[in-house]
């Protein structure tokens, strides 16, 4: 078992900056991929940002590309997701989760959730 805990979401006017931080444990860490998904009300959670831990690529949703960036530290077992030019329509939950396989943007093949950050953007 995984388990993942989200935390760094709040208020922030549009154009601030946020990090979120997904701190893991149990099983280990490395052969795992990594994703930051996000749900809005009314809406499907979807892909924003992922990684598989032990290769170099990264992946972004387009609607995030070139604002956020997502990074890790392998010594604390802790994924981050740097948030920069907010916008009003990044409103969501914020989710990490995490998967045993390739890299996927695909929200149903993932195996382990945390309970989500709210971030609120205002405009």
């Known amino acids: 078992q995984v388990q993942l805990v989200e935390s760094g979401g709040g208020l922030v006017q549009a154009g601030g900056s946020l990090r979120l931080s997904c701190a893991a444990s149990g099983r280990t860490f490395s052969p795992f991929t990594m994703g930051w998904f996000r749900q809005a009300p009314g809406k499907e959670r979807e892909f924003v940002a992922g990684?598989?831990?032990?290769?170099?690529?990264?992946y972004y949703a387009d609607s995030v590309k070139g604002r956020f960036t997502i990074s890790r530290d392998n010594a604390k077992n802790t994924v981050y997701l740097q948030m920069n030019s907010l916008k009003p329509e990044d409103t969501a939950v914020y989710y990490c989760?995490?998967?045993?396989?390739?890299?996927?943007?695909?929200?149903?093949?993932?195996?382990?959730w945390g309970q989500g950050t709210q971030v609120t953007v205002s405009s």
């Open positions: 989760g995490a998967r045993r396989g390739f890299f996927t943007r695909i929200r149903d093949e993932y195996d382990y």
């Open positions: 990684f598989r831990l032990s290769g170099g690529n990264t």
